[in-house]
C-alpha cells in the first residue's frame, strides 16, 4: 500500500516536504481555482523543495484548459521532477460546479485524454477546438523546456462504470473514491472492461482511492467535536456531490445516506434560496459548515469514511489492498494537517 498526501495552497508546501520524510510515497495538488492556489505553481514548489515523493495531480480537470496546455503543465513540471511526475485528472466535480458549471461530459473528458496522452508519449495528434482541427505536437524539443522523456503516467479519476473503464482504457491508473467510487472489485471490473474493449494489458496499472481518515482517540465516541470538526468536511463532500447529481439527474441517493436525505433536501432547497447552489463547495475539505454540523451522524461517519483506532485502520487497508487498491490519500482540515499526517505516518504507515 502506497499514502499520499493532498497540498493545495502555498501555506502547505512545508506539507509535503515533511511527508516525504515521514515515509508518504506521493503527493498531490488539487484543480481548483475559486477555492485554492493554481495547481502548476504548487506543483512546480512541491517539485522543487524534495527529493525522492512523487509528485502529481490530484486532480486536474482538463476542461479549465485545453489539452496541449496540459500536457505542456505537466511536462514542464516532470523537467522538474524527472521520473516522479503523473498526471491525475478527473471530470471536475468541485471544480466546474464552483463555477456554476457541470463537470466534463465522459465524450470530452476522453478526448482530452486522447490527445493529452499523444502528446506526452512524443506523438503527433489531431486536435479539435473551435472548429477546426490541425494535427499538433511538442516542437523545439532541443530546447528542453519540457520533459517526455521521462514516462509520465496518467492517473485517470473515475467514480462511475463508464470513467473507471475509460481509466482501463487510457490510462496508466485509476483515481476512484471511497464510498462514491463503489467498492474495489467492482471499480476494477469496470478497469478491465475498458481494457479488454481495446486490447490492453493492465501491467502495472495503479488503482489509487481517496478516502476519509479517521483516527479515534482510546474511548472516543463518533459525536466528540474533535471528530466532527476532523472528518465532518470530508464526509460532506459526499453528501454534497449526491445533491448535486440529485439536482442535475434526479439521480436515486445510495442507501449510506437515506437516513438523512430527506431532512437533507429541504434543508438545501430553502438554504439555497438565498445563496448560490455552488457556495455549499467551499467548505470542502476547509471546515464544517456549522449549519451542516447536524447531518454528520455516526451512521454516515461509518459509511464515508475508514474509522477507529490505529491496528483498526491498519486491518481495513489491509483488506483493502488485498480487494486491489494500490494506494490511498486522504485530506484533513486546512487548520490540522500537519498533526493529522504526521499522526498517521508514526501510527499507521509505520506498522504497514
Known sequence: MKFGVTVSRF???????????????????????????????????????????????????????????????????????????????????????????????????????????????????????????????????????????????????????????????LGDGLITGIPRGGTIPDALSNVQRGADQVGRSLANFETTALVNMLMLNPDETLTSPRVLQEVGSSVMVNVHYLYDRFLETDAAPPAFVHSIWDEYIDFRQQRDADRSVSDAHSSHYGHLDEQEKRFVTPELIRSCAIVGQPGDIVEQLTELEKQGLDGINFIPPVDQQYEICARFAAEVIARM
Open 11 to 169: 501555506d502547505e508546501i512545508d506539507l509535503a516536504v515533511q511527508a516525504e520524510g515521514q515515509g508518504y510515497d506521493f503527493c498531490w495538488v488539487w484543480d481548483s481555482p475559486l477555492l485554492r492556489s493554481n495547481l502548476w505553481v504548487m506543483m512546480a514548489l512541491v517539485a522543487e523543495r524534495t527529493e525522492r515523493i512523487r509528485v502529481g495531480s490530484g486532480v486536474a480537470i482538463p476542461g479549465l484548459r485545453v489539452a496541449p496546455a496540459t500536457a505542456n503543465a505537466i511536462a514542464t513540471v516532470n523537467r522538474l521532477a524527472p521520473g516522479r511526475t503523473f498526471l491525475g485528472v478527473g471530470t471536475g466535480n468541485t471544480a466546474m460546479r464552483n463555477m456554476g458549471q457541470l463537470p466534463m461530459t465522459v465524450a470530452d473528458y476522453a478526448e482530452d485524454l486522447r490527445v493529452i496522452k499523444a502528446l506526452l508519449n512524443g506523438e503527433t495528434v489531431d486536435y479539435t477546438a473551435n472548429g477546426r482541427t490541425h494535427p499538433v505536437n511538442f516542437q523545439s524539443l532541443e530546447l528542453d523546456y519540457v520533459d517526455i522523456d521521462h514516462p509520465i503516467p496518467i492517473h485517470v479519476g473515475g467514480f462511475g462504470p463508464r470513467s473507471q473503464a475509460l481509466a482501463g482504457e
